[in-house]
């Protein structure tokens, strides 16, 4: 007599179960990065408005958060999609085939930039990478050594800047803008220094990438929304967010100039301004054809009036791919191409 094995019986009880329940669940679930949030959103609406399927539900957790959540495993309670402002992390793709979470379609949808930006009220900011690291960094090199960070004024850290109080405010350690920000701002400031260039391993990586904890730097939460009314309030403080969210708000916020470089869209698209990172969102392929409508909607992301270079996304900021990526990364999305790491 033929034996059945408990697991495969429950695994098949488990996905019969999804697909009866699933059916209850008839609009698309999508979480994930607070930057990536508005052309989701953006393209959400347009799908409700034009494909014969109800506007996804599009929720702002964070890039980590929306990970979390979309590798907690397969079924009707988790997401279809996760939006991401970095790519997924090995570990994370590790968490996800833990859970059964083991095909994923990696999207990329194209570029964004991170800024520093104040209000019009107060005169625009010229940084550069090595003076954002010793305003931020936890500990600095001070006569050779390295000392936790004593600097309370930008014109302490050199005497062309303001006189005025640091005071950054940024995203948490679960928000891709913050994993890139330290990747692309403090990596490479500190690089700038011999005391810690000499560093190696886990020291270095520690020197570069923490952040100061006595008030210069306040965490301001997912919501970039909020980051802007505090810097309403104080117009000498600055705020961290993707270059989408600037443009968003260009009435309020300047964005600061990075190594003599302003952010606009030219400058983002073409790399002369060097604080820029791809955007992504992440699709369940076990939740295709179960939910309605998650192939249609790629279609309608990828499409060449979403994200082309007239696209409706671009007038949001998001900064198109080239041509010829973007054609590769089409094909790539709407075929469902499983991410291999």
């Known amino acids: 007599m033929k034996k059945h094995h408990p697991f495969a019986a ?3 009880l488990a996905l019969l179960g999804f697909a009866c329940t699933a059916e209850a669940r008839d609009e698309i679930r999508i979480v994930g990065s607070s930057t990536v949030f508005p052309f989701s959103t953006a393209v959400a609406e347009q799908f409700g408005k034009t494909g014969g399927f109800k506007t996804p539900v599009v929720e702002s957790t964070g890039t980590g958060g929306g990970f979390k959540l979309f590798c907690a495993g397969a079924g009707e309670d988790t997401p279809d999609i996760s939006n991401a402002s970095r790519a997924i992390k090995a570990s994370e793709v590790e968490a996800c085939a833990q859970n059964g979470v083991t095909e994923i379609t990696e999207v990329k949808i194209g570029y964004d930039g991170i800024v520093l930006a104040n209000s019009k009220k107060h005169g625009q900011f010229a940084l550069t990478v090595k ?3 010793l305003a931020l960094a936890k500990t600095v090199p001070v006569d050779g050594k390295l000392v936790p960070n004593p600097y309370q004024t930008w014109a302490g850290i050199d005497p062309s800047l303001p006189a005025e109080k640091i005071e950054v405010l940024g995203p948490p350690p679960t928000s891709g803008t913050r ?3 330290v990747e692309l701002v403090m ?4 690089e700038e220094f011999p005391e810690v260039a000499a560093l190696e391993g886990d020291a270095k990586k520690e ?13 301001a939460g997912e919501n970039d929304n909020l980051i802007v009314q505090k810097l309403e309030a104080n ?3 600055l705020g961290i967010f993707g270059y989408s969210f600037l443009e968003q708000n260009a009435d309020k916020l300047q964005g600061s100039q990075m190594d003599g470089v302003a952010p606009t869209f030219e400058t983002i698209a073409d790399g002369s301004y060097e604080v820029s990172r791809p955007l992504f969102f992440y699709v369940k392929n076990a939740h295709v054809g179960v939910v309605p409508g998650v192939k ?3 279609a309608e992301f990828m499409s060449e009036k979403a994200i082309g ?4 996304l671009a007038d949001k900021g998001l900064i198109p791919m080239p041509d010829s990526e973007r054609d590769e990364m089409i094909s790539s999305a709407v075929a469902l191409t499983p991410l291999s790491m």
């Open 207 to 219: 020197t570069c990438q923490a952040i100061r904890e006595d008030g210069a730097f306040i965490e």
């Open 187 to 190: 990596d490479k400031g500190c």
């Open 10 to 12: 429950a695994l098949a």
């Open 179 to 181: 994993d890139a920000f």
């Open 309 to 312: 270079e007239e696209g409706y």
């Open 235 to 237: 117009p000498k403080a």
């Open 131 to 133: 003076q954002i690291w």
């Open 296 to 298: 249609e909607f790629v």
